[in-house]
Structures are given as structure tokens and as C-alpha cells.
T-cell receptor
Framework: QKEVEQNSGPLSVPEGAIASLNCTYSDRGSQSFFWYRQYSGKSPELIMFIYSNGDKEDGRFTAQLNKASQYVSLLIRDSQPSDSATYLCAVTNRDDKIIFGKGTRLHILP | NAGVTQTPKFQVLKTGQSMTLQCAQDMNHNSMYWYRQDPGMGLRLIYYSASEGTTDKGEVPNGYNVSRLNKREFSLRLESAAPSQTSVYFC???????????FGSGTRLTVV
């Protein structure tokens, strides 16, 4: 069974600090990696994707990928209360399907 | 641009009743998907359609059927609803899997 693992949280971070969300995956053939944000009662929204090893930055968000360690992370700088949500890690595996993790709940403390 | 539209948003069914969840996308995407999301279980793929005219089972297809009516529309049918099918259902579409999915707003289904 190809899996994507995330700590369910909740992860509590003070406003203005850096939030670090982590994800591991089991399929070494995975090619594409995504981070979705889901507010309570809403649908998932794509916020970042990364295909190559290293860092990818978009505004306050940075996605990090290490294929050798099968590890993906999302950093949120200058965390805001509006960042409080569940963050879903998703991975495209060699069967060409996107597998989702169960999500990490993030709570930004004002 | 509406993106992915799902109807209805809420539904209550009695055990044994049938219903169809509708999904339509206006982004000219080839692929469409149906997921269910349950507390502690995450998003689980029910069925998907890689292109018009094709459908395939996902992780949890039992109790469901789908129809890819045309490129825009992908419906999910529950023939005989069971309480275990109480969930939030999301439809999604994509042009290329490498670009990720666009999700609809979801249908909250309760089977009593």
C-alpha cells in the first residue's frame, strides 16, 4: 500500500513565527508533490507544488523536497491567524494517481 | 469562471434510498475524480475518469457507480444508501496530474 504520512497535530504556532509541516511518502517512484490547505467545512485548495529536489518559494510559503529521504515539507513564514487550517500533503505515485495524507491541523495563536 | 460545481451541497437520505451526486467542470479538463472524506480517514478515491468515455475504480468503489456523461460532467450514484456512506463527497478535475486537482465545494451526505 502506497502511503503518505503526516502528523495529525494540532500544531500550535505563535503569530509571526514559522510553521513547519512535514510529510513522508513510501513510493520511491513518486514524481509530483503537492500541498493543499483546507479550512473547516471547505474544500481543499492547492497552495504549492514541487517536482524537483530542493526548495520552492511562493510568497510566505516554501516547499522543500528531499527524494532520497522521501520527505516533503511546507514552511509558512510570518504565520497569520488566517493560516489556521488543515494542510494536506499529496503525492503522485508511479501508478499515476494522487495519494493524499490525512492532514495536519495548524493553529496559529494570536 | 465557476471551476468545479457540485450539487447538491447537503442531502439526507434514508437507508436504502438512491441518489445521484452531480459534478460539472468548465475548465476543459480531461480527468475527473470522486473522493469521500471522513474524520481520521483523509481523502479516499472512489472512482475516477481519466478521459471522456472511461471510468476506473479507486480505493473505495463498493456501493457506488459513476457515469462520465461528457467531458464536463461526472456523476456519482448511490443505488442503495447505507449509513456507512455518510460522508463529505468531493469532485475534482485536472488537466494533467502534475498540476494537481481543482476541487468542488463538496456534498455533505447523511444516511439515516
Amino acid at each position: 500500500q502506497k502511503e503518505v504520512e503526516q502528523n495529525s497535530g494540532p500544531l500550535s504556532v505563535p503569530e509571526g513565527a514559522i510553521a513547519s509541516l512535514n510529510c513522508t511518502y513510501s513510493d520511491r517512484g513518486s514524481q509530483s508533490f503537492f500541498w493543499y490547505r483546507q479550512y473547516s467545512g471547505k474544500s481543499p485548495e492547492l497552495i504549492m507544488f514541487i517536482y524537483s529536489n530542493g526548495d520552492k518559494e511562493d510568497g510566505r510559503f516554501t516547499a522543500q523536497l528531499n527524494k532520497a529521504s522521501q520527505y516533503v515539507s511546507l514552511l509558512i513564514r510570518d504565520s497569520q491567524p488566517s493560516d489556521s487550517a488543515t494542510y494536506l500533503c499529496a503525492v503522485t505515485n508511479r501508478d499515476d494517481k494522487i495519494i493524499f495524507g490525512k492532514g495536519t491541523r495548524l493553529h496559529i495563536l494570536p | 469562471n465557476a471551476g468545479v460545481t457540485q450539487t447538491p451541497k447537503f442531502q439526507v437520505l434514508k437507508t436504502g434510498q438512491s441518489m445521484t451526486l452531480q459534478c460539472a467542470q468548465d475548465m476543459n479538463h480531461n480527468s475527473m475524480y470522486w473522493y469521500r472524506q471522513d474524520p481520521g480517514m483523509g481523502l479516499r478515491l472512489i472512482y475516477y475518469s481519466a478521459s471522456e468515455g472511461t471510468t476506473d475504480k479507486g480505493e473505495v468503489p463498493n456501493g457506488y457507480n459513476v457515469s462520465r456523461l461528457n467531458k464536463r460532467e461526472f456523476s456519482l450514484r448511490l443505488e442503495s444508501a447505507a449509513p456507512s456512506q455518510t460522508s463529505v463527497y468531493f469532485c475534482a478535475s485536472s488537466d494533467m496530474r502534475v498540476d494537481g486537482y481543482t476541487f468542488g465545494s463538496g456534498t455533505r451526505l447523511t444516511v439515516v
